[in-house]
């Protein structure tokens, strides 16, 4: 993380973008058996859910390359979507 800091531009997006980074460059990882952090779901990607995936394909724009970036902004958009249309269908009560 010293040689590769988070990029402050994505708010919501940092860890996303700093993983993808290192997993396209090739970068090592190594699986810890242990819990080094807990997290709950009330963070700003999840209670902000578009903003945050509207970052997300910001990386994947930037990072990814040819079917890999096709795909995965075919599902972001999806998923988008189908959140609009959930969060329509609960102010309407459908």
Same mark, same amino acid.
């Given at each position: ?11 919501? *997006?940092?860890d ?25 779901? +009330? =963070?700003?990607?999840? +209670?902000?859910?578009?903003a =945050? ?12 390359? =040819? ?16 959140? *609009? ?10």
């Amino acid at each position: 993380m010293k040689q590769y800091p988070y990029d402050t531009r994505f708010k919501m *997006s940092a860890d996303f973008y700093f993983f993808k980074f290192c997993y396209l460059t090739k970068k090592k990882f190594q699986h810890i058996p242990i819990v080094i952090s807990v997290y709950d779901r +009330t =963070g700003i990607s999840n +209670t902000h859910r578009i903003a =945050g995936l509207k970052e997300n394909i910001q990386v994947i724009r930037e990072l990814d390359k =040819g079917w890999d970036k096709i795909k995965f902004l075919i599902k972001l958009h999806f998923v988008i979507y189908w959140n *609009s249309i959930r969060t329509w269908i609960k102010k309407n009560r459908i």
